[in-house]
């Protein structure tokens, strides 16, 4: 398999990603349902994509860079707006500051 993968951000000292998920490119699915199409506006190649197709990709992707990252951390759109963005940084300072701790890196 030649697929390469992008991350969002990546620390490397501790071998984890961040992952920032938008709402619509990545249907969530407290916004969608398995037979939406919410990306048509892209033009005619997506207009046969459904929800389900972009979990069922995303799902290969993690799969596949779980078996290489300690831990991916996952932010969705709809949390970030809901939470504010101190709050959504400060989890996730939070949680790398456990990875941190954990592998006795300062």
């Known amino acids: 398999n030649n697929t390469i993968y992008y991350l969002d951000f990546y620390i490397k000292e501790l071998n984890i990603a961040i992952e920032f998920n938008?709402?619509?490119?990545?249907?969530?699915?407290?916004?969608?349902?398995?037979?939406?199409?919410?990306?048509?506006?892209?033009?005619?190649?997506?207009?046969?994509?459904?929800?389900?197709?972009?979990?069922?990709?995303?799902?290969?992707?993690?799969?596949?860079?779980?078996?290489?990252?300690?831990?991916?951390?996952i932010v969705w759109e709809h949390d970030l707006k809901k939470d504010g963005l101190n709050k959504t940084v400060n989890n996730i300072i939070g949680k790398i500051k456990l990875y941190e701790q954990q592998n006795n890196i300062n």
């Not at 005619?44 to 992707?61: M, P």
């Open 22 to 73: 938008g709402d619509v490119w990545h249907c969530n699915p407290e916004k969608y349902k398995p037979i939406d199409k919410p990306l048509t506006f892209l033009g005619k190649s997506y207009e046969n994509v459904n929800a389900e197709d972009i979990w069922n990709k995303d799902k290969k992707r993690l799969n596949f860079l779980k078996t290489k990252l300690k831990d991916i951390i």
